[in-house]
C-alpha cells in the first residue's frame, strides 16, 4: 500500500489499473465502524452515525485521525461512551470492529486502533444479566 496526495493505493496491477480510495473514505469506515459498538453514543463533538451517514464526514477530522508507514494504517478514535458502560469492554470492542472492518472493506492492514474517551454521556445504560438460582 502506498499512498499519494491523500490517496491510499489498495490495489494496482498492469492489466487491469489501479484502485485508489481517498483518506475521507477511511475516515468515514472507521468512524461508522464504532458507532456500531453498542455503548458509543457519538465521536467526539456529539457527531452521530446519522450524521456520519448524511455526509458530514468532513467534521471527521475532530474525531478520526488515520496515520500510515506506507505498508499498514495506524487509527485514532475520539469518541462519547454512554453512562453505565463498561470503558475497558467498549474500548476493546471498538477496537476489534473497526480493525476489522477496515480489513474487510480496504484489505489495507491495520497494525493499531487507539481510542480516547472525550465525554461521558447520557444514555440507556447496559443491561446487566443476572443469574437465576434454582
Known amino acids: 500500500m502506498a499512498e499519494k496526495n491523500g490517496f491510499h493505493i489498495i490495489y494496482n496491477d498492469e492489466k487491469t489499473g489501479q484502485v485508489q480510495i481517498?483518506?475521507?473514505?477511511?475516515?468515514?469506515?472507521?468512524a461508522l465502524?464504532?458507532?456500531e459498538v453498542e455503548g458509543v453514543a457519538s465521536l467526539r463533538g456529539g457527531l452521530t452515525r446519522d450524521q456520519i451517514t448524511k455526509g458530514s464526514s468532513k467534521n471527521l477530522s475532530k474525531s478520526v485521525k488515520i496515520n500510515s508507514d506506507g505498508s499498514s494504517l495506524v487509527v485514532h478514535l475520539v469518541f462519547n461512551i454512554k453512562f453505565g458502560y463498561s470503558v475497558p469492554e467498549v474500548c476493546k470492542a471498538v477496537q476489534e470492529k473497526v480493525k476489522e472492518s477496515m480489513q474487510n472493506?480496504?484489505?489495507l492492514s491495520v497494525t493499531a486502533v487507539h481510542v480516547s474517551i472525550a465525554e461521558v454521556t447520557m444514555g440507556e445504560p447496559q443491561k446487566k444479566k443476572t443469574i437465576k438460582k434454582a
Open 22 to 30: 481517498m483518506d475521507e473514505v477511511l475516515d468515514t469506515i472507521a
Open 33 to 35: 465502524a464504532a458507532t
Open 105 to 107: 472493506m480496504t484489505g
